[in-house]
């Protein structure tokens, strides 16, 4: 009796001993590690259930994890609030590239119905909505105009305010439509207001050639 008391102590302590230290399977454990499974011809099988099966563990624990075989099939893991999906190249962008895409079936965007938007910097720079609309979150300015080429920043189209439209090249305004339709065209301080002329076309040549047609409803003046 003594002797199996003895037996039983001793089997205690070096089972105590081995869980402190981490339990190694198929080789010794790392440091860190409780238990370092150890195999270069087999694997780890973590438990296969269905969504309905996961969704019926009771009080999940953090960072419990398991393979679900139907639905959207992978790996799901708990975060101590909800399931969370681990990605993979097949089900998930990176930035570095994706391959093996599927124009029919792969994009960037939302499933419901809310806007998508992009950012730099964390700021907000241009946003998709959900009718179909794209929105530049910034207006812009002649000298970086909103939408511009990479090669030449400085031309483009930009918002110079309310309802008021601008272009320019090189940095500087060239022309702009205002709310009410008026055209100006090289020349900021002239036809933007009620009763002035809708187009004004300036040329510091002496003459003036078109290749078409010009048609006004109303009489052309030459500014002098």
């Given at each position: ?17 081995a ?10 454990p790392?440091?860190?590690?409780m ?24 009080s ?5 994890l ?28 990176f ?13 960037v ?21 959900n ?7 910034s ?11 990479e090669?030449d920043?400085?031309t ?18 060239r022309?702009r439509?205002a ?6 065209i090289?020349e900021?301080n002239?036809?933007?207001g009620?009763g002035v002329?809708a ?9 003036v ?16």
């Amino acid at each position: 009796m003594k002797k199996l008391f003895i037996t039983l102590v001793c089997s205690v302590a070096m089972a105590t001993t081995a869980f402190s230290q981490g339990v190694g399977i198929g080789g010794t454990p790392a440091a860190s590690a409780m238990l370092d499974v150890q195999s270069t011809t087999r694997g780890l099988l973590v438990p296969r259930m269905t969504l309905a099966q996961r969704g019926a563990i009771a009080s999940p624990a953090n960072g419990l994890l398991i393979y679900q075989t139907d639905g959207l099939v992978g790996f799901w893991y708990y975060d101590g609030t909800n399931w969370r999906y681990l990605l993979n190249n097949s089900t998930g962008w990176f930035t570095t590239g994706n391959t093996g895409t599927d124009a029919a079936t792969n994009f960037v965007g939302t499933t419901d119905a809310q806007a998508l938007t992009f950012r730099t910097n964390n700021t907000p720079r241009l946003r998709i909505a959900n009718g179909n609309q794209l929105f530049a979150l910034s207006d812009g300015t002649a000298a970086a105009p909103f939408y511009s080429w990479e090669t030449d920043s400085n031309t483009g189209i930009y918002r110079i305010g309310a309802d008021i439209l601008g272009f320019s090249t090189n940095g500087v305004e060239r022309a702009r439509v205002a709310a009410n339709g008026q055209l100006s065209i090289n020349e900021l301080n002239n036809n933007l207001g009620a009763g002035v002329a809708a187009l004004r076309v300036r040329n510091n040549s002496s003459n003036v050639n078109y290749k078409s047609n010009l048609l006004f409803s109303r009489d052309l003046n030459k500014k002098t």
